[in-house]
C-alpha cells in the first residue's frame, strides 16, 4: 500500500496565501498565547512580506492534496548574528502529525536557507513544545541567551549553525 502524497510548495497564488493565512491562524490558535506581541495580525495582512525571496521563504506541506503545515524563514536583522536568518511559523495540523512532516519541513527550511547563503538560523519556542525542542535539537540547533522580547514565560531560544554538519531527515 503507498503512502501518502506529500508536497511541499512554495504559496504562489491568491488562493495559495488564502490557505498559507488558514493554516496560520490554526497555528496561533494551537499556542493558547496572543502573538499581538509579534504583530501577527500585521504579518498575516501582509503576506508575503518578510517570508518573499530573495531573503524568506514560505513553505506549504500538501498531503493528499490538503494543507497540512506551514514552515518560514525571514532575514533576522540583528547584530549579534550577522547573516542569519529566523524560523517561523512551523507548525502541523494536528490529524497531520503522523507523518513526520515537522521534520520534513524544518529540514527543508534549514537547507534552504544555507542555499540563501546564511550562515545560522535561530527560533523560539516554548516550555510547552516538548515535541518540537526535541525536534530542533536533533537538528543541530542550541540554546542561545533571547534576541529579541518575548513576554511569555517560558521561552527558549535557539540557534544552528548552517555551514556544520547537520543530520539529515534522510539519512
Not at 503576506?47 to 524568506?56: C, R, V
Amino acid at each position: 500500500m503507498a503512502g501518502p502524497d506529500i508536497q511541499l510548495i512554495t504559496p504562489e497564488s491568491a488562493d495559495d496565501w488564502h490557505e498559507t493565512r488558514l493554516v496560520l491562524r490554526d497555528y496561533a490558535a494551537s499556542l493558547e498565547v496572543d502573538l499581538c506581541f509579534q504583530g501577527f495580525e500585521e504579518e498575516l495582512a501582509d503576506l508575503p512580506s518578510t517570508y518573499a525571496p530573495p531573503g524568506g521563504l514560505m513553505l506549504l506541506a500538501i498531503v493528499d492534496g490538503a494543507v497540512a503545515g506551514s514552515g518560514a524563514f525571514r532575514p533576522l536583522p540583528d547584530a549579534d548574528y550577522p547573516n542569519a536568518c529566523e524560523m517561523k511559523r512551523l507548525f502541523v495540523r494536528p490529524a497531520f502529525r503522523r507523518f513526520g512532516l515537522g521534520r520534513l519541513l524544518a529540514q527543508s527550511l534549514i537547507d534552504r536557507a544555507t542555499e540563501a547563503g546564511y550562515s545560522s538560523m535561530l527560533l523560539d519556542t516554548l516550555d510547552d513544545m516538548e515535541a518540537a525542542r526535541g525536534l530542533y535539537e536533533s537538528l543541530g540547533f542550541v540554546e542561545v541567551p533571547p534576541f529579541y522580547f518575548n513576554p511569555i514565560p517560558g521561552a527558549h531560544y535557539l540557534k544552528v549553525d548552517l555551514g556544520a554538519f547537520r543530520p539529515s531527515y534522510f539519512g
